[in-house]
């Protein structure tokens, strides 16, 4: 069951890193809010959590504490290895844009 769960997460990590490349001038120059996703990508609040948990700790995003709210609200910015994946994602895509 948690390999269910692990594929999940890293599926829809890909679907999070997609939206973020398409995005990606807003997120590499000022963050994007994390609330933004969950709208964005019809993502469950709990699947998107597991999902941007999953990027963070391979540090391809990271969460900064926005504002000191209940519940806490974090800014999603590039991690160390976003341009990586960045540049995987965009070869991927027709045309390598």
């Known amino acids: 069951m948690a390999d269910k769960?692990?594929?999940k997460a890293q599926q829809d990590a890909n679907r999070i890193a997609e939206?973020?490349?398409d995005?990606?001038?807003e997120f590499e120059q000022s963050g994007?809010?994390?609330?933004?996703?969950?709208?964005?990508?019809?993502?469950?609040v709990t699947d998107e959590?597991?999902?941007?948990?999953?990027?963070?700790?391979r540090d391809e995003v990271v969460r900064w504490p926005?504002?000191?709210t209940t519940p806490?609200?974090?800014?999603?910015k590039p991690g160390r290895?976003?341009?990586?994946?960045r540049d995987a994602v965009l070869v991927k895509r027709p045309g390598g844009q």
């Open 5 to 7: 769960s692990k594929a």
């Open 72 to 76: 806490p609200r974090f800014l999603l």
């Open 19 to 21: 939206w973020l490349v």
């Open 81 to 85: 290895i976003w341009p990586k994946i």
């Open 32 to 44: 994007i809010s994390e609330d933004r996703l969950t709208g964005s990508l019809g993502m469950s």
């Open 66 to 68: 926005q504002a000191q």
């Open 23 to 25: 995005n990606r001038a």
């Open 49 to 57: 959590m597991q999902a941007v948990d999953y990027l963070e700790n």
